[in-house]
């Protein structure tokens, strides 16, 4: 088999999870992006997390051209994309306790949002993340894959998943294993297509959120590219409005 045409077969398998998201989380999009619209509105702060490679999509959101310059890293050390070394990072999200750790030491406060990103939502880490942010008032708004719930057993002491802890849950479809192609000669799955899909429905999410904030009358704080003209002073008048609630540049 040429490699054009696993090529092909992978972007016709991202297209497809991408049209399912599209079609069967229209209701869930729309109720994550009001979600976040009535937390800027309201004057709460926004955050996203995610461990290992779910970080990866959490980053996208924050302090980049187009996006909310009021989304902000929920960082947990050793657990922010792949560092070295890189099995530390999965090894973090199977400790319990280590949630209520990161939450005590975090700006999170009763009124704001987080954003909490797990593929499979088994492990102990994004589960209590959840359940320790909703106790304190925060309203969480969880992106996995719903299939793992009823093909895999969860790794807390509760049984449960990401999922259960939530405000709204958006599911991603990935199977689980996360690759998308099988091929003759190749021992494994390969393929993966989950940072693919869950950027493109959290970036949905946060049009709708623009969306709705601007049907409110309220202009949205997105952030521009430095690199057009102009940029730089726009970027710089949200900091000073929003300073208060935006954390990464301290």
């Not at 959490?58 to 310059?69: E, I, K």
């Not at 406060?109 to 959840?130: K, Q, T």
């Not at 996995?144 to 449960?160: C, E, F, I, L, M």
């Not at 939530?166 to 998308?180: F, M």
């Amino acid at each position: 088999m040429g490699d054009s045409k696993l090529a092909e077969q992978f972007f016709d398998a991202a297209t497809d999870l991408l049209r399912r998201v599209r079609d069967e989380e229209a209701e869930t999009i729309a109720a994550a992006g009001t979600l976040i619209a009535d937390t800027v509105a309201d004057g709460g702060r926004l955050f996203a997390y995610g461990a290992g490679h779910s970080s990866l999509a959490a980053q996208d959101l924050v302090y980049r051209a187009g996006g909310l310059a009021l989304m902000n890293l929920l960082a947990v050390p050793g657990a922010v994309g792949v560092e070295a070394p890189a099995t530390l990072g999965s090894a973090l999200e199977r400790v319990e306790g280590l949630a209520s750790v990161v939450l005590d030491t975090s700006p999170l406060r009763s009124g704001d949002l987080l954003v909490i990103i797990s593929l499979s939502g088994r492990n102990a880490l994004p589960v209590e993340m959840a359940v320790n942010a909703r106790a304190l008032g925060v309203k969480v708004i969880g992106v996995t894959s719903v299939a793992y719930t009823s093909q895999t057993t969860s790794r807390h002491v509760s049984g449960t998943f990401l999922k259960d802890h939530c405000d709204v849950v958006l599911d991603s479809k990935i199977s689980v294993g996360d690759a998308e192609l099988t091929a003759e000669g190749i021992g494994a799955p390969f393929a993966p297509a989950s940072t693919v899909v869950t950027s493109a429905l959290l970036q949905a999410v946060m049009a709708t959120a623009a969306g709705s904030l601007a049907d409110r009358g309220i202009e949205p704080p997105l952030l521009r590219s430095g690199n057009v003209d102009g940029g730089h002073a726009w970027n710089g008048r949200l900091m000073r409005e929003y300073g208060d609630r935006i954390f990464y540049v301290r």
